[in-house]
């Protein structure tokens, strides 16, 4: 597989988990990938060995430091951004920091994120933001914030689609449901409550959403964008 070959791609949120397994992929077909982390800079290192990637710590939360992140790196041909963090519970309980936080994280840097790599993108530039199913339907409670940002998501991909067309850029997202990672484990507390509302009542992998976001970056998606693309086992269904 060498469909990347001398493309400059950068992971906003690689280290660990559909990041990490995004990052695998596109370094699998010869890309020249830098990554972010925030804290886990020794799996960042790890994987960033393993796959001959690039780890750098940025944290989402920080805006300007996100959009210096991006503008150091020069003209891409992929932003993928999948950073974001959950928090689930009681919306009277949360502490509104954590959800200002979240805010930040999830949907202040792929804004401004996306704008800054436009700025330098090549003609048949790639950005590509990791949403959500919760973004379409909040099917329990608990989940108001986290779904407010992953909406959000849409649009903004849906704006800065028409935004970016002129200049030869698409803008998706990719919206996953239960995918097994540490944010949500196949033997975590989640499965009991989601199972239930999906059609295939399994957790999915972080490589079969890295498959569709190496398919969007890829030449077959040209002629996509603005769009959301559910990847959740039928829990949006
Ligand atoms: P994980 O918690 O397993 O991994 C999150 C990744 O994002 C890590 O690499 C982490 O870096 C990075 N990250 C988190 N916060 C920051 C930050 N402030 N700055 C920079 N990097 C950060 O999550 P998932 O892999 O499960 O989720 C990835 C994306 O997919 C998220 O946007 C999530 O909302 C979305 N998603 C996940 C689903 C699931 O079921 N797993 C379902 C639907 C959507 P570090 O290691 O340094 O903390």
Redesign the pocket.
């Known amino acids: 597989m060498a469909g990347f070959q001398g493309k400059s791609i950068l992971v906003?949120?690689?280290?660990?988990?559909?990041?990490?397994?995004i990052v695998r992929r596109f370094a699998a077909e010869g890309a020249g990938v830098t990554?972010?982390?925030?804290?886990?800079?020794e799996?960042?290192e790890r994987l960033a060995a393993e796959t001959e990637t690039r780890a750098v710590?940025?944290?989402?939360?920080?805006r300007d430091a996100?959009i210096a992140r991006v503008r150091d790196s020069g003209a891409l041909n992929v932003l993928v951004?999948?950073?974001?963090?959950?928090i689930f519970g009681d919306p009277l309980e949360q502490d509104p920091n954590a959800v200002d936080?979240l805010i930040?994280?999830?949907v202040h840097?792929p804004y401004h994120a996306s704008v800054e790599a436009a700025r330098r993108m090549p003609e048949g530039g790639r950005i590509i933001v990791?949403?959500?199913?919760?973004g379409d339907c909040v099917p329990f409670p608990g989940l108001s914030a986290?779904s407010m940002?992953?909406s959000a998501l849409q649009g903004m991909a849906r704006g800065l689609a028409r935004d970016f067309a002129p200049r030869g850029i698409t803008v998706n997202v990719?919206?996953?449901?239960?995918?097994?990672?540490?944010?949500?484990p196949v033997d975590g507390p989640?499965k009991d409550i989601v199972y239930p509302h999906m059609a295939i009542q399994r957790?999915?992998r972080?490589e079969d959403?890295a498959g569709m976001v190496a398919w969007l970056a890829g030449p077959e998606a040209s002629f996509v964008t603005g769009a959301m693309h559910t990847i959740?086992g039928g829990f949006g269904a």
């Open positions: 906003l949120g690689g280290s660990r988990g559909i990041g990490a397994a990554f972010t982390y925030a804290g886990s800079e799996a960042a710590r940025t944290d989402s939360a920080d996100v951004v999948n950073a974001g963090v959950a936080r930040r994280i999830n840097a990791i949403g959500s199913v919760n986290y940002s992953k990719v919206q996953p449901g239960p995918i097994d990672t540490d944010m949500n989640l957790h999915g972080a959403v959740d």
